[in-house]
């Protein structure tokens, strides 16, 4: 068997008995394991198969059940076939490329059929593909609320400034120099986007385990591990500084203005 691929070697017991292998989402939607025996309906009666082991397989989002195919023509008397996969032994002569050849040259002879070949690579971009379409949505959701949040930091800031017009007019009275007031009101903008930032990887941890682990589960069946990615995390967290910094701006250069004499007489 092809060395990282090791759900395949669990498929080579199965030839010859009424074992079977089922996907994660079956086991975790039927509460089943491996050891426990399940019974599907088949023509002459109930069928028994007892669960030799469980993959990751997203086919169905109902869960799938692998068997032998000799094995399952048998039981449940259908000899149809609407997908195959083709895996190549370790060493096999001419590799991929070869094995390509020769799936082709099968297709070609039975054109009539409908038969249609693709290989992982292939079919790995289109699932990506489809997968970063559903996700646009997501990604100019995110855009939104990341403007919404800047202005939010503007508004706050500035309305901080204008509240405190008198403590800064005294502080430039006292000697303090422009670039001490533009940094102390930057500042308050960096932690602003440091709690921020904080605060959403708190709630972004435990909610992603929420989403994965349960809501996903029941509406679409499928099991997928919590992956925290942490790069994009500091590029996101970086990213939300930067704005921070830079919605403090406008609230920093109205704070440097500020006219000692109308500053003194504001209340």
């Known amino acids: 068997m092809p060395t990282g691929l090791p759900d395949l070697e669990k498929f080579l017991d ?15 939607r039927h509460g089943v394991e491996i050891g426990d025996t399940i019974t599907l309906p088949g023509p002459n009666g109930p069928v028994p198969l007892r669960i030799a082991g469980t993959v990751r397989d997203y086919s169905w989002s109902r869960g ?15 000899e149809l076939i ?5 895996f190549l032994q370790p060493g096999y002569p001419g590799g991929p490329a070869e094995a390509r050849k ?11 059929r409908g038969l249609v070949i693709t290989d992982r690579d292939a079919l790995r971009k289109f699932v990506a593909e489809l997968i970063n379409r ?9 855009i939104v609320v990341g403007v919404v949040a800047a202005l939010g930091v503007v508004t706050a800031l500035l309305i901080s400034v204008l509240q405190r017009k008198r403590e800064l007019g005294l502080l430039l009275a006292v000697g ?6 533009l940094r102390s009101v930057l500042a308050e903008a960096i932690l602003m986007g440091a709690f921020g930032t904080a605060l959403g990887v708190m709630i972004g941890i435990p909610m992603e385990w929420y989403v994965l682990k349960l809501v996903l589960v029941e509406e679409s069946g499928f099991v997928f591990d919590v992956v925290l990615p942490w ?5 996101i967290a970086g990213a939300a500084m930067a704005a921070a910094t830079i919605a403090g701006l406008l609230p920093a250069l109205h704070a440097v203005r500020t006219r000692i004499p ?3 007489q504001y209340e």
């Open 14 to 28: 199965l030839p010859g008995t009424n074992d079977c292998i089922v996907s994660d989402n079956f086991a975790v």
């Open 64 to 78: 799938t059940v692998f068997l032998d195919r000799q094995r399952y023509a048998k039981l449940f008397g259908d």
């Open 82 to 86: 609407d997908m195959c996969h083709v």
């Open 102 to 112: 020769n799936v082709d040259a099968f297709i070609s002879s039975r054109a009539d």
């Open 134 to 142: 559903v996700f646009l949505l997501a990604y100019l959701q995110q």
């Open 176 to 181: 303090a120099t422009p670039a001490q007031v």
């Open 231 to 235: 790069k994009q995390a500091a590029v």
């Open 262 to 264: 109308e500053a003194m």
